[in-house]
């Protein structure tokens, strides 16, 4: 099973860039997707997250309109395009494969995780001028 994380880099604030993770080992599909980051001196927090077929997404309020997630199931990749970066972006970004995503359908709670839950190695992202 592998997760592998890239895209990161150094940019300036209010720029862009596009992390990519590319998984293999288990059936991708099967799983729900997220990004977390975690920086220095701070626990690891989600940042945004996406459903199995991709059609839902959720986002920490400190990122929301400026980051968005996405999935190629096809592909076994997601992604996550980061615009309009801030200096409290800066941190080291992983892809998780299994944590719990739940969101509402009309009236209708939805929860779907899977029992096993598998991390990349992380990417960092500096934002800096």
């Known amino acids: 099973v592998q997760l592998v994380e890239s895209g990161g880099g150094l940019v300036q604030p209010g720029g862009s860039l596009r992390l990519s993770c590319r998984a293999s080992g288990f059936t991708f599909d099967n799983y729900p997707m997220s990004w977390y980051r975690q920086s220095p001196g701070k626990e690891r927090e989600v940042v945004a997250q996406i459903n199995k077929a991709g059609d839902v997404v959720k986002y920490a309020d400190s990122v929301k309109g400026r980051f968005s997630i996405s999935r190629t199931n096809a592909e076994n990749t997601v992604y996550l395009q980061m615009s309009s970066l801030k200096s409290e972006d800066t941190a080291v970004y992983y892809c998780?494969?299994?944590?719990?995503?739940?969101?509402?359908?009309?009236?209708?709670?939805?929860?779907?995780?899977?029992?096993?839950?598998?991390w990349g190695q992380g990417t960092q992202v500096t934002v800096s001028s």
């Open positions: 998780n494969a299994g944590s719990e995503i739940t969101y509402f359908r009309g009236t209708l709670h939805y929860s779907e995780r899977h029992e096993y839950e598998y």
